[in-house]
């Protein structure tokens, strides 16, 4: 059975500092793994999705790497904000088309 | 982009009513959609899989005569909790996957339930 995990599970960073957060898979067999912003009391949007077969995305300041083989990403945030603060999530699709498997979050805390 | 709606945003029932929650693809065909439940400072948890003109899939230890899942057609599913107890209170959120040759998954906004 497919488990995600997400270290840490809060983070609180002055505002300019780089980060990275982490998450681990059990099963290496994925199709494709998935990182979520959500605010509180919100619905999920989505940063970036890593197909099985790349090793990384980038979308502005954040960059996302993929070591499928031992089941590990990292979602990397650069010069961090405080409208960065939010709850970030990992979900790995384990075949196309199937419910995503979540990780419980990092909940990151930036400080002006 | 694919945009996937919910209704209601929120809710408050009394124990033992039902409520019926909508999940709506808005400008795509979507022969599956799954539903998600999240508790407080819990990650989202799949409890049903709906395939439109189906029954649909639930997960072990979902209760499927509790959790009622209705796929009528390609762009709506309902979950109806029926005989709500203040232990459902929590946020429901649904996904749909595009019925196209994209695969990715596009999430509702999410429906908080309270039922006291």
């Known amino acids: 059975k497919q488990e995600v995990t997400q270290i840490p599970a809060a983070l609180s960073v002055p505002e300019g500092e780089n980060l990275v957060l982490n998450c681990s898979f059990t099963d290496s067999a994925i199709y494709n793994l998935q990182w979520f912003r959500q605010d509180p009391g919100k619905g999920l949007t989505s940063l970036l999705l890593?197909?099985?077969?790349?090793r990384e995305q980038t979308s502005g300041r954040l960059n996302a790497s993929l070591d499928k083989s031992s089941g590990r990403s990292t979602l990397y945030i650069a010069a961090s904000q405080p409208g960065d603060s939010a709850t970030y999530l990992c979900a790995v699709a384990n075949q196309a088309g199937t419910a995503l498997i979540f990780g419980k979050g990092t909940t990151l805390s930036v400080s002006s | 982009g694919a945009v996937v709606s919910q209704h209601p945003s929120w809710v408050i029932c009394k124990s033992g009513t039902s409520v019926k929650i909508e999940c709506r693809s808005l400008d795509f065909q979507a022969t599956t959609m799954f539903w998600y439940r999240q508790f407080p400072k819990q990650s989202l948890m799949l409890m049903a899989t709906?395939?439109?003109?189906?029954?649909?899939?639930?997960e072990q230890g979902v209760e499927k005569d509790k959790f009622l899942i209705n796929h009528a057609s390609l762009t709506l599913s309902t979950l109806t909790v029926t005989s709500a107890h203040p232990e459902d209170s929590s946020f429901y959120i649904c996904s749909a996957r595009d019925l196209g040759e994209r695969i990715e998954q596009y999430f509702g906004p999410g429906t908080r339930l309270t039922v006291t």
């Open positions: 709906s395939n439109e003109g189906s029954k649909a899939t639930y």
């Open positions: 890593i197909q099985s077969s790349q």
